[in-house]
């Protein structure tokens, strides 16, 4: 495998950022069908990353050795909100299409709907510094090679 897993999970973190742009495009337009399938397939996409993370990549990491144990709370933690945020924005579609005003009840609802923007940009943040180049550096590279294709299995 030529990329790194840093730069693997970066990619797969683009994809999901622009699953997510094309939801709220979607979304914003107040088109019903089109925002359904692309949140369905934004909420496929983030949880298969991060089932993907939690049983394959975070096991790998030894707190206090590779990682502080603070910080490997703060992505497992990032993981839970992301799964919340989730709930949220299912719930806010609903709320919106349910609605007898949708594009009111969505302009009263924008900052909710950008919240998922703030927690990615974040999460990226702390894998890209915290995980990723300590997993980079281990020296099995048959393994590192299977997290690498487990990483590009949870974009598709």
Do not use: K, W
Not at 2 to 19: C, G, K, P, W, Y
Not at 27 to 53: I, M, Q, V, Y
Not at 127 to 144: A, C, S
């Amino acid at each position: 495998m030529s990329s790194s897993l840093t730069d693997l999970n970066l990619q797969a973190h683009q994809l999901l950022v622009e699953r997510y742009t094309v939801f709220l495009e979607q979304l914003t337009a107040l088109d019903e069908p089109a925002a359904r399938d692309a949140f369905a397939e934004l909420r496929g996409s983030l949880e298969r990353h991060r089932l993907f993370e939690d049983q394959r990549v975070l096991p790998c990491l030894q707190a206090g050795q590779d990682i502080t144990a603070e910080e490997l709370a703060r992505v497992t933690g990032d993981h839970q909100v992301i799964g919340d945020t989730l709930e949220l924005l299912e719930d806010l579609v609903e709320a919106i299409f349910c609605s007898a005003q949708p594009r009111r009840e969505l302009v009263a609802n924008l900052s909710r709907l950008g919240r998922l923007q703030g927690i990615l940009e974040h999460h990226t943040e702390r894998e890209t510094r915290f995980v990723y180049p300590v997993l980079d550096q281990m020296p099995d590279r048959e393994f590192i090679n299977l997290l690498a294709e487990g990483l590009l299995d949870t974009s598709h």
